[in-house]
Structures are given as C-alpha cells and as structure tokens.
C-alpha cells in the first residue's frame, strides 16, 4: 500500500496519554456512502491499530472497560441522495481521531511515520491530503495542574449526537450528573488516579449551575445495531460557592471539562457519538443528517414493533434479537446488501440472510 509523508510538527513526548487529530480527506469522485458509514471507518481505523499491535487492536475492540479512543463522523459536503449520501468529488473532508491513554497515544507516533495513502470506507476510498493536531499533546497530570484558581464559567458544546445509558435505556439530556458521570468513568480507568466515584458525583449535583442551553434533539442509528435518540447543542456551567469550598473536586471539576473534548460524551462516542467541543457552537442543522436520521428512526419503529412480538419470551436477549433484527432490516430497505450489513455487524451472512426473513415475516404479522 502507498504512503504518505508524514506531516511536519506532529510529534509528541513519550509520557503523552491525551492527544487528537485531524485529518483532511478528499473524495477523488463523487460518490455514495451509506448512513452507518462510522462503522466502516471504525473498524479501519482498528485495522490500522492491527498491523503495528495485535494485541492492542484486540483491546481496543474487545476491551470490557472504557474505550481509550474515539472518532468522529466526517464533516463536509454530504448530500443526501435517495437513501444513502454522497461524497463529492475533490471536495475535503474532516475526520478527528482522539488517543486517550499513552499506547494508543504512541500508536498515532508509528501510523504518522507509516501514514496510508488512503481511508477506505468500504467502496469509498478517500485520499488523506493533511493530518494536524486538533487537541494538544498531553498528560491527565497536566490537565489537574492547568487550574487557575478561579471559578470561571464553562461552555460545552455537544456537535454530535449525545446520550447515556440510563436504567437500561437511552437518556438524551446533558444532567451535570451525567456529564461528569461519563468524564470521571474515563478518568479513573485511565489516569492512574482514581477518584471517589459517589462522593465526587454528589458534590456535582449539589454544586452545578447550569447558566444558559441550546438543545436539539435527534433519533440516530449509531454503533453496529439499533438506534440512539441524543441531544446536540451547548450549555454554560458554573459552579456555587458552596462547591468551591471543597479546592480538590474544583479542580478536578476544571480538568474533567478538559477532558471533554479528548474523551467526547455518553456512549458509543467510538463510533461517532458524543463529539465535544470547549467554545459555544451552535449547531446548525445538516442536510446529510436528514438520512441518518432516518435510518435511526425506522430502525427505533421497527424494534420496538419485534419488541412486543417478542414480549413473551422477555428479558435481554428478546430486546437484543429485536434490535439486531430491525437494524437489518431497516439497513436492507435502505438499499444495502446483506453481505455489507453481515460484514459491518461482524455477523456470518448466513445468519444475517436468516434474521432478515425472520424480520420480513415478522413484519407481515
């Protein structure tokens, strides 16, 4: 496979755990690109991982603890066309990739030193022209060092559909709680300096003000199956003087915000949920979310219709089997093959072909 050069001014310190990228692509023709295409790019990025470590690939797929990376979609020029968007021709396209520990921190060292050519989203390949840095070089110590002293308000901004786990379902409201809930989870798993999980999370709630927010909401299909309704937008934070009076969580309050932007927000920010940004950013809707958005609203109808089909029979596995099979189903009206689909959900075809009979016939029921 060709390389690229490595870009100029991209390299960093060993001991750095936190630092993200971006990088510019180019559509080299126009093109199509189904909605969930954040799977492809997913797993592209884990193969890249592969071929220099086996075993932190692995992890990094398999881990059971918090994932110690995440990517965003691609921003640009998307055209929604039928049931699928388009790329442009010649038309630049931006997609970050965050490190959040120092092995994958030291991964992005060898891939700049041995950059491809190419990003290939399934029949898309896109041409990387440019790589910078996004979020500076850093270390989660050096995060809980930058606090000035002073309380000063802070803004969040949430550019990518965001939600939690809540009590089994999705939650799509930006609750401090659940905020610093999601930052202090990757903190302690991560910065080898673990916090009080309940005591910190108490002092939270009774601390934050929430000075000012723009919301919006939207049903999205997110990761490999079923959908996810999140929240986009911004808000502004400050903390009450009572919560100052405690000087450790204040400045662990400071670096958690941060974090944000390195670790993103909520769940499933591994395939482009919860990207996070410091500034105030209003979000401005985009034509390309009117297909996605689609996809995340047939898939949530049709899951929730095999839901009760399969209320007899209860449990997880009920509601897992009726996400699985409304997101192929929902994927296959959209125009995909079922090989695609049974490659990106890491399914055997034949499995697929089944669910999506059994999905069909469940439909005329």
Known sequence: ???TTKPQNLTWSNDTQLVGLVLELESTSTTSLYA???IALHAW???QVRQYNPDLSAYLHDGESEKPFNISGLAGQLVPTGTQLQLQAHQIYQWHINALTQPVAEFFQHWLNNLPATVEVRNAPL???NVNIAHAPTTYSHLLQQYSGKNRDVKLSFISPTSFRRQGHH?????????FHSYLRRWNDFSGMSVEQDAFLEWIDKGIIINQFHLDSAKVAAGKRGSVTGFMGAMSLSLNQKALENPDFTKLFYALVKLAPYCGTGHKTTFGLGQTRLNWVESVPKTSEVI??????RISELTELFKVQKKRQGGERAEKTASTWATILARREMGESLIDIATDLEIPYETV???AKLARNALKE
């Open 1 to 3: 496979m060709a390389k």
């Open 36 to 38: 969930q295409y954040t």
């Open 45 to 47: 990025f884990l193969n």
């Open 127 to 129: 041409q990387i022209k």
């Open 171 to 179: 939650f799509p409201l930006p609750v401090p709680v659940n905020l």
């Open 292 to 297: 996605t958005n689609l996809l995340g609203e």
């Open 353 to 355: 072909k089944t669910y």
